[in-house]
């Protein structure tokens, strides 16, 4: 079904401004094209716009009139969006639109991540500016860049930005949860050069392919038992290392450390007597591993093949068993759960990306918590495990959590008209993803935050998905809380 079939859903607004803003490229780092969108939308309201020094683009709205004496609020959603594709979708990310279309109460893409995290929240912030109807207080429309890659935007905004008492951060996925907290992160990366070897003469080479694997949110879907394709094509290289002498000539699994990995692809050689029992011996652990994962992984492929492909040069041996056996080594998934509260993932760690070739490995990941010092416990710990193998490692992008206030008067507010609207309670959670409350919050400390948003399910991955319906129940909640932001 085309985009336009979008024009039918209600609320109209909200999925028009979706549509415009998923027709921009909006990649984590390359943000001036949907920039210079807001900007230019903001002027074309007559509303005062401006743009600090980071990229992010602030946007000033008066109190509606009888609302001026309500306290100033924050409108908070990021611009960018995870930029992922199937292998088998031809898609230009710098220069194409989102394709969407309508299935069902879902909003999809063909092929590739939706944008609704967090488009949906942008497209609600767009809506609420240029409506003429809508009562509400005097707002601060703050839209963030590069959220999803290092928070980069939120960690650069300047105290004495926003004058608003409350921040309304639409950035949350399950429309019946009100957010309260929420996880720190913290790049953890493994470096290696080696002097490849030339390629044994008597070798024939091979394509180990992972796909097919569900991917999704590394915080929201980590406790989920998703496998993680770095993890799984390590099994396979691990098995051939061991049994037979495989040699890898390049292998490369993932992409964005926020994601979990759907796909992995190593090209190696094995020696050609020893290649029938080596695809013998694989495909047998390939399907007792799709057995393992046959309930959240039931479209896995594994896929062991000759390939006519001429590799000159492969990983020296020493360095390819510590490769190995580091991958092995290192912590994937949940590390460990709140104590505080229940079902909650405090601390995990996703291996996100495996690079190997030209001389050069790399293996990237992203660590979170909600602790601070155990987020900071396990990147140690990945830090051992790589070291041992003699990579080099490095910090970066840390971002802290967001410490929940249990008695937030935003939150009872938002409780209160929860109740009102839907004759039962909300849930108020705190959660695994990163969002930038808490980052907001080390120059606004006394700044009242909450996060909702309406649902989204796999996010982060071509399966990304938005119901129509939970929108329309979000937006209904939006327009209340507007009206029911207190006095000052």
Known sequence: MAENSLDKLEPKAIWKNFAALNAVPRASKKEEHVISFMVDFGKSLGLVTSVDEIGNVLIKKPASAGMEDRKTIVLQSHLDMVHQKNNDTVFDFDNEGIKMYVDGDWVKAEGTTLGADNGLGVATIMSILESAEIVHPAIEALFTIDEETGMTGALGLKGGV???????????????????????????????????????????????????????HSGMDIHKGFANANKVMNRLLFKANERYGLRIASLLGGSLRNAIPRESVAKVVINKDKSPAFVAELTQLAQEIKFEFATTEPLMEIVVQPSDAVHATVVPVRVQENLINCVYAALNGVYRVSADFEDL???????????????????????????ETSKFDLAHSLQAAFELGGFAVAFSGSYPGWAPNPNSEILELLKSIYMKQHGEAPEVVACHAGLECGILGTNYPGMDMISFGPTILGAHSPAERASISSVQKYWQFVLEILREIPRK
Not at 164 to 186: H, M, Y
Not at 196 to 213: H, N, Q, R
Not at 345 to 371: M, P, Y
Request: overall charge negative.
């Open 162 to 216: 926003l004058s608003g008492e409350i921040l309304l951060n639409l950035d949350t996925e399950n429309d019946n949860e009100i957010d309260i907290g929420c996880a720190g992160g913290i790049d953890v990366t493994a470096t290696q050069s080696y002097a490849a070897e030339a390629c044994p003469s008597d070798a024939i080479s091979f394509e180990l392919t992972v796909k097919g694997l569900h991917g999704g």
């Open 345 to 371: 993932v405090e601390t995990s760690n996703n291996i996100a990306k495996v690079e190997v070739g030209d001389g050069q490995i790399a293996i990237k990941c992203l660590t979170r918590s909600s602790v």
